[in-house]
């Protein structure tokens, strides 16, 4: 052996393949028992928004993600979690799903939701509901109670009310803030489908003790969309997905965007396919992937490791886990 050899062979026993065990040794990764994440929509927020509402929207976020994890802490599956924290977030007004939603161009409500559970990937989703009050327990009634994985319209309506789903009428969704947009809009005649980029769609995506994840979303979908425009919210893969291998993930933004690049499922893929973190992937879709101002994302991990990211000029989102991290935030 050469004497530059038997140096290599030395530096590598007394430091280890990693190099010097001196200097800055790397923190011990966190086990994360649980984690959670919420969305209640990107796109353009104002900066000058009214401090009394900021503070709801804070409260509300708050709110939903301390719920969230209670029960998580309390041992849910992390399927009933996002069930129950998109139900929450589908009752306030705040958000454009359930209660609150945006109105179509003929000002009518029209809801959409999904939800997937990583353990099996099985899935469920409803499209164009007008009368089920909360469209996300109607999509996982879908999955769980039915052969099939997607209804529309009056076919989703037959099954909700054969299934026992609280409805309402349809009068219950209107809110003067979301007509009010819609009629800005028309008055503007301009033919374009959102309000400046404000959207307000939820989700929520959840790991549980047991290491099963599960994302949710529900929408009322774009202010002034077309008779029968579907987003991309109930098509699995494109804003929900759930895959106990990978990630769950829940978007939020414009939804034929994020249809045309099946985003939830292209991150689950890219750390499947190409062994990126959660994190690497979330962020070359968002900011490679999809164009500026497009939306955003939720995301954890199988390991815990959440992702919130967005390329819009905000995202109301929260994010909490195991380790103590409990966090909400708007645009910063
Ligand atoms: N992605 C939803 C849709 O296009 C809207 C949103 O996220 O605000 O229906």
Same mark, same amino acid.
């Given at each position: 052996?050469k004497?530059?050899?038997?140096?290599?062979?030395?530096?590598l026993v007394?430091?280890?393949?990693?190099?010097?065990?001196?200097?800055?040794?790397?923190?011990? #990764?966190?086990s994360i028992?649980?984690?959670?994440?919420?969305?209640?929509?990107?796109?353009?927020?104002?900066?000058?928004?009214?401090?009394?509402?900021?503070?709801?929207?804070?409260?509300?976020?708050e709110?939903?993600?301390?719920?969230?994890y209670?029960?998580?802490?309390?041992?849910?599956?992390?399927?009933?979690?996002?069930?129950?924290?998109v139900?929450?977030?589908?009752?306030?007004?705040?958000f454009?799903?359930?209660?609150?939603a945006v109105?179509?161009?003929e000002?009518?409500n029209?809801l959409?939701?999904?939800?997937?559970?990583?353990?099996?990937?099985g899935?469920?989703?409803v499209?164009g #509901?007008?009368?089920?009050?909360?469209?996300?327990?109607l999509?996982?009634?879908v999955? $769980?109670?039915?052969?099939h994985v997607?209804?529309t319209?009056?076919?989703?309506?037959?099954?909700?009310?054969?299934?026992?789903?609280?409805r309402?009428?349809?009068?219950?969704?209107?809110?003067?803030?979301?007509w009010?947009s819609?009629?800005k809009?028309?008055?503007?005649? $301009?033919?374009?489908?959102?309000e400046?980029?404000?959207?307000?769609?939820?989700?929520?995506?959840a790991?549980?003790r047991?290491?099963?994840?599960a994302?949710a979303?529900?929408?009322?979908g774009?202010t002034n969309?077309?008779?029968g425009r579907?987003g991309?919210?109930?098509v699995?893969?494109?804003?929900?997905?759930?895959?106990?291998?990978?990630?769950?993930?829940?978007?939020?933004?414009?939804?034929e965007?994020?249809?045309r690049n099946? #985003?939830a499922s292209?991150?689950?893929?890219m750390m $499947?396919?190409?062994?990126?973190t959660?994190?690497?992937?979330?962020r070359?879709?968002?900011?490679?992937v999809?164009g500026?101002?497009d939306g955003g994302?939720?995301?954890?991990?199988r390991?815990?490791?959440?992702?919130?990211?967005f390329?819009? $000029?905000?995202m109301y989102?929260?994010?909490?886990?195991?380790?103590?991290?409990?966090?909400?935030?708007?645009?910063?």
């Open positions: 052996m004497p530059f050899h038997l140096f290599v062979l030395a530096a007394a430091f280890g393949c990693n190099g010097p065990l001196v200097g800055n040794p790397q923190p011990a #990764v966190e028992d649980f984690a959670i994440a919420i969305h209640g929509g990107a796109g353009t927020i104002d900066r000058d928004m009214d401090p009394d509402l900021e503070r709801a929207y804070r409260e509300a976020l709110d939903a993600l301390r719920f969230g209670g029960l998580l802490e309390q041992d849910s599956t992390s399927l009933d979690v996002v069930e129950q924290v139900r929450r977030l589908e009752d306030d007004e705040l454009n799903a359930g209660k609150g109105f179509t161009h000002g009518t029209e959409d939701a999904a939800i997937m559970d990583g353990a099996t990937r899935c469920g989703a499209t #509901v007008t009368t089920v009050k909360n469209p996300i327990s999509a996982r009634t999955m $769980e109670a039915s052969p997607f209804f319209g009056s076919g989703a309506e037959a099954f909700a009310e054969r299934m026992g789903l609280e309402v009428d349809p009068e219950y969704f209107f809110t003067q803030r979301r009010d819609l009629q809009i028309l008055k503007r005649e $301009e033919g374009t489908v959102s400046t980029g404000k959207h307000g769609t939820v989700g929520c995506v790991l549980d047991s290491g099963h994840l994302a979303t529900s929408t009322g774009l969309k077309r008779f579907v991309d919210v109930p699995i893969g494109a804003g929900t997905y759930a895959d106990d291998a990978t990630a769950a993930i829940s978007c939020t933004g414009h939804g965007q994020f249809i099946t #985003v292209r991150v689950s893929a $499947e396919y190409k062994g990126l959660l994190d690497e992937a979330a070359v879709v968002i900011s490679k999809l500026p101002g994302l939720i995301a954890v991990g390991d815990g490791a959440i992702a919130l990211e390329n819009t $000029e905000g989102r929260g994010a909490a886990d195991s380790s103590g991290r409990f966090e909400v935030a708007i645009w910063e």
